[in-house]
T-cell receptor
């Protein structure tokens, strides 16, 4: 039974570029959340998708956007990258409001 | 608003000794509390949760946590530490506002080092 999978594992971008990160939820899960974990910090909630719609959003600018597909997989898009966007981006899935299961993350570095 | 605080950035304990990682929380209603562990270059692994019921919650890998409503604490414990327990531990509280999703608010983490 595959858990939450994220791609790519690592990514290097330059300021001003755009990036797309991908997440496949654990089998049987229908809800996907995205978190940003800066170095030395705890994860911070970006947004959550359920039934292909954004259900809730944390305190992140509109440069951060997402999408959920009919197969429950999800993408996180970040436009106009800033140096401060360098972080580990974590995807978590759950069945409804059950416990969240996390992937290993995508390490994004901005040069 | 919900928040958690982990007052210790670093906890060191000798192998075989009991360990405690501290967490206090702030919520407007009843708390849903969680502990996760993170190993280097990995995501977060779920250890245990408190929703309701017994104040002592048992979780994975021999860990347990004690919920104390009067002290608004949810400390993580293990009777006998292993070197392999060395990792970063996060306490989290769930947003339970009406209509809210199940997103989590995390503490800043506590690095546990078990000394052989």
């Amino acid at each position: 039974d595959a858990g939450v999978t994220q791609s790519p594992t690592h990514l290097i971008k330059t300021r001003g570029q755009q990036v797309t990160l991908r997440c496949s939820p654990k089998s049987g899960h229908d809800t996907v959340s995205w978190y940003q974990q800066a170095l030395g910090q705890g994860p911070q909630f970006i947004f959550q998708y359920y039934e292909e719609e954004e259900r809730q959003r944390g305190n992140f600018p509109d440069r951060f956007s997402g999408h959920q597909f009919p197969n429950y997989s999800s993408e996180l898009n970040v436009n106009a990258l800033l140096l401060g966007d360098s972080a580990l981006y974590l995807c978590a899935s759950s069945l409804g409001v059950g416990p969240q299961h996390f992937g290993d993350g995508t390490r994004l570095s901005i040069l | 608003a919900q928040s958690v605080a982990q007052p210790e950035d670093q906890v060191n304990v000798a192998e075989g000794n009991p360990l405690t990682v501290k967490c206090t929380y702030s919520v407007s209603g009843n708390p849903y509390l969680f502990w996760y562990v993170q190993y280097p270059n990995r995501g977060l692994q779920f250890l245990l949760k408190y929703i309701t019921g017994d104040n002592l919650v048992k979780g994975s890998y021999g860990f347990e946590a004690e919920f104390n409503k009067s002290q608004t604490s949810f400390h993580l414990k293990k009777p006998s530490a292993l070197v392999s327990d060395s990792a970063l531990y996060f306490c989290a509280v769930r947003d339970i506002t009406e209509g809210g999703a199940n997103n989590l608010f995390f503490g800043t983490g506590t690095r546990l080092t078990v000394i052989p």
